[in-house]
């Protein structure tokens, strides 16, 4: 029941070639900041800077395209059915098949002659349990 | 110093780098003071279009299962594909509500119609499906015709936006667009659940039935309804649930309605059980009191329940069981299946508390009873 997809990485031309300008830009800026450090030149700081921003806004980007593919994947959540005995009270849990119902008779008990009964059938999330504040 | 010094020292540098810099950011400048808000337009628009994309893609998904399921179940001997591509296109169209009196019946018959029709068609595409699996099947097919009306709706905004680049038709539907995800991300679990025949959310007031009615002799009512006698707490109580295990609501106002004139309007109270939608920040599975006729739906059933109970002036109780929308139509939760047990106190303790021994009490769990038995 698993449905990972793989779907065609996409990018369009106009993101890429921005992408590649800034980065062009930033690597220079970086390295005129590196030179002017070495002449001991104030501006270098501002060159770090707009070097470091430049870095920081096209790796954004590429992780913005990478995020948007990665949302399609739909998830599933497995479903569980719960099989008691009517006489001992003996429980069978398995994963959910095809005709299975609430109620439904499952057969008879293994461990005594009882009769079997679908009694619950439901799903389990596993959520991340954080602290709500309200 | 020449120019190009001077505008390299202001920006802190100097040579060449300094002056592309200085364009770059005067560009800019300029660029945002004309074209902004275009280029917010843009920006949305192409959020709309990835949504779009996603939309498209839970579509075929959706289509595919219902259509694979059919193969599956129905055995049919030609390619279903076509003609499920013509069941996601079909519309209903409501009746004309300029004069409103007797509205009701006329939307209840075009439901009628519909539903028959639907299964109808499904009993073509599916011959070899048994009674539950046609309705299963028709409940699949349903979620996926929503499925393709978001995904036009949507795609119809898109294209006109793009068209016009009117800011207005971009906005309003890029600013409903979260909410309008999660309505078809909640089909789409749906879809799955019903083609599986997992019991759902909304089952949860069919499955409070269904555990008070469990051994008891049932009888058949109108319309796909099942109604038991229970001796409950020194009552007796008509359990009303809609026929399980397939996937149908079926008409629990008829079956109230019917009740309470073969027992000629002597009903103490009617207590139905339904699940409804919870505000964010409830927690699902919680179980809430109330009065009135607790039942969703078209307002038809609820109308003639309403009809009934003022002709005896029956008093009418409701306990409802909180969950969300994509709760509702995905397989059951477990605080939800847990809640049942819960209600059915509330059901007794109401039961104690409203009416004396030997009373006559009609309860009704109101939802989809797919993957519930009775
Ligand atoms: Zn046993």
Same mark, same amino acid.
């Given at each position: 029941m698993?449905?990972?997809?793989k779907?065609v990485?996409?990018?369009s031309s106009i993101?890429l070639?921005i992408?590649?300008v800034?980065l062009a830009l930033?690597?220079?800026a970086?390295?005129?900041?590196i030179?002017?450090?070495l002449k001991?030149?104030?501006?270098?700081?501002?060159?770090l800077?707009?070097?470091?921003?430049g870095?920081?806004?096209s790796?954004?980007m590429?992780?913005?395209?990478r995020r948007?593919?990665?949302?399609?994947?739909?998830k599933t959540?497995?479903?569980?059915?719960?099989?008691?005995?009517?006489k001992?009270?003996?429980?069978?849990l398995?994963?959910f098949?095809?005709?299975?119902?609430?109620?439904?008779?499952?057969?008879?008990?293994?461990?005594c002659?009882?009769?079997?009964?679908?009694?619950a059938?439901?799903?389990e999330?596993?959520?991340?349990?954080?602290?709500?504040?309200? | 110093?020449?120019p190009?010094?001077?505008?390299? *020292?202001?920006?802190?540098?100097?040579?060449?780098l !300094?002056?592309i810099?200085?364009?770059?950011?005067t560009?800019l400048?300029?660029?945002?003071?004309?074209?902004?808000q275009?280029?917010?337009?843009?920006?949305?628009?192409r959020?709309?279009?990835?949504s779009l994309i996603?939309? /498209?893609?839970?579509?075929d998904?959706?289509?595919?299962?219902?259509i694979?399921?059919i193969k599956?179940? +129905?055995?049919?001997?030609?390619d279903p594909?076509?003609?499920v591509?013509?069941?996601l296109e079909?519309?209903?169209?409501?009746?004309?509500?300029?004069?409103?009196?007797?509205?009701?019946?006329?939307?209840?018959?075009?439901?009628?119609?519909?539903?028959?029709?639907f299964?109808?068609?499904?009993?073509?595409?599916?011959?070899s499906?048994?009674?539950t699996?046609?309705?299963?099947l028709?409940?699949t097919l349903?979620?996926?015709?929503?499925?393709?009306?978001?995904?036009?709706?949507?795609?119809?905004?898109y294209?006109?936006?793009?068209k016009t680049l009117?800011?207005?038709?971009?906005?309003?539907i890029?600013?409903l667009?979260?909410?309008?995800?999660?309505?078809?991300?909640?089909?789409s679990?749906?879809?799955?659940a019903?083609?599986?025949g997992?019991?759902?959310?909304?089952?949860? !007031?069919?499955l409070?039935a269904?555990?008070?009615?469990?051994?008891?002799?049932?009888?058949?009512?109108?319309?796909?309804?099942v109604?038991a006698?229970v001796?409950?707490?020194?009552r007796?109580?008509y359990?009303?649930?809609a026929?399980?295990?397939?996937?149908?609501v079926?008409?629990?106002?008829e079956?109230i309605k /019917?009740?309470i004139?073969e027992?000629d +309007?002597?009903?103490?109270?009617i207590?139905m059980?339904?699940?409804?939608l919870?505000?964010?920040?409830?927690?699902?599975?919680?179980v809430a009191e109330?009065?009135g *006729?607790a039942?969703?739906g078209?307002?038809?059933e609820?109308?003639?329940?309403?009809e009934?109970i003022?002709?005896?002036?029956?008093?009418?109780?409701?306990?409802?069981i909180?969950e969300?929308i994509g709760?509702?139509?995905?397989?059951? /939760?477990?605080?939800?299946?847990?809640?049942?047990?819960?209600a059915?106190d /509330?059901?007794?303790r109401?039961?104690?508390?409203?009416?004396?021994?030997?009373?006559?009490v009609?309860?009704a769990g109101i939802?989809?009873?797919i993957?519930?038995?009775?």
């Amino acid at each position: 029941m698993d449905e990972e997809e793989k779907p065609v990485r996409r990018l369009s031309s106009i993101v890429l070639i921005i992408i590649v300008v800034v980065l062009a830009l930033s690597a220079s800026a970086l390295y005129q900041a590196i030179d002017l450090y070495l002449k001991q030149d104030v501006a270098s700081g501002y060159y770090l800077l707009i070097g470091f921003l430049g870095l920081a806004f096209s790796i954004y980007m590429l992780l913005q395209t990478r995020r948007r593919m990665r949302r399609f994947a739909l998830k599933t959540t497995p479903v569980t059915t719960t099989i008691t005995c009517q006489k001992c009270d003996f429980k069978n849990l398995r994963e959910f098949e095809r005709g299975d119902f609430i109620l439904k008779e499952a057969g008879s008990c293994t461990k005594c002659d009882g009769t079997m009964l679908i009694s619950a059938i439901y799903r389990e999330l596993k959520e991340k349990v954080k602290e709500e504040r309200f | 110093m020449d120019p190009s010094q001077i505008l390299g *020292a202001q920006f802190g540098g100097e040579g060449p780098l !300094g002056w592309i810099f200085q364009v770059i950011f005067t560009l800019l400048f300029i660029v945002m003071i004309f074209y902004g808000q275009r280029i917010q337009m843009y920006v949305m628009i192409r959020e709309i279009q990835g949504s779009l994309i996603r939309l /498209r893609f839970i579509r075929d998904k959706g289509v595919k299962t219902a259509i694979d399921t059919i193969k599956e179940i +129905g055995k049919p001997e030609t390619d279903p594909t076509e003609r499920v591509y013509q069941f996601l296109e079909y519309v209903t169209i409501l009746p004309q509500s300029m004069d409103p009196a007797g509205i009701v019946w006329k939307l209840e018959h075009i439901l009628d119609i519909r539903e028959d029709r639907f299964k109808d068609e499904v009993r073509l595409m599916a011959p070899s499906a048994d009674e539950t699996n046609v309705n299963n099947l028709e409940n699949t097919l349903e979620a996926a015709a929503a499925l393709n009306i978001i995904y036009k709706v949507i795609r119809h905004f898109y294209i006109l936006g793009k068209k016009t680049l009117s800011l207005y038709i971009i906005m309003q539907i890029q600013m409903l667009l979260p909410l309008i995800m999660r309505e078809a991300e909640a089909y789409s679990s749906a879809l799955k659940a019903f083609s599986y025949g997992q019991p759902i959310g909304d089952g949860a !007031g069919p499955l409070v039935a269904a555990k008070l009615m469990h051994g008891r002799r049932k009888k058949k009512i109108e319309k796909d309804c099942v109604v038991a006698k229970v001796p409950l707490e020194g009552r007796t109580t008509y359990v009303i649930k809609a026929e399980g295990p397939g996937g149908n609501v079926g008409k629990p106002g008829e079956a109230i309605k /019917r009740v309470i004139e073969e027992t000629d +309007g002597k009903v103490a109270t009617i207590i139905m059980i339904d699940a409804a939608l919870k505000l964010e920040g409830e927690k699902p599975g919680e179980v809430a009191e109330g009065v009135g *006729a607790a039942i969703g739906g078209p307002g038809t059933e609820q109308y003639k329940i309403e009809e009934s109970i003022l002709k005896y002036k029956i008093p009418i109780h409701a306990v409802i069981i909180k969950e969300d929308i994509g709760d509702a139509v995905s397989p059951m /939760r477990k605080e939800i299946f847990d809640a049942a047990e819960v209600a059915i106190d /509330r059901v007794k303790r109401l039961i104690r508390e409203k009416t004396k021994e030997g009373d006559v009490v009609i309860i009704a769990g109101i939802g989809n009873s797919i993957g519930v038995g009775q």
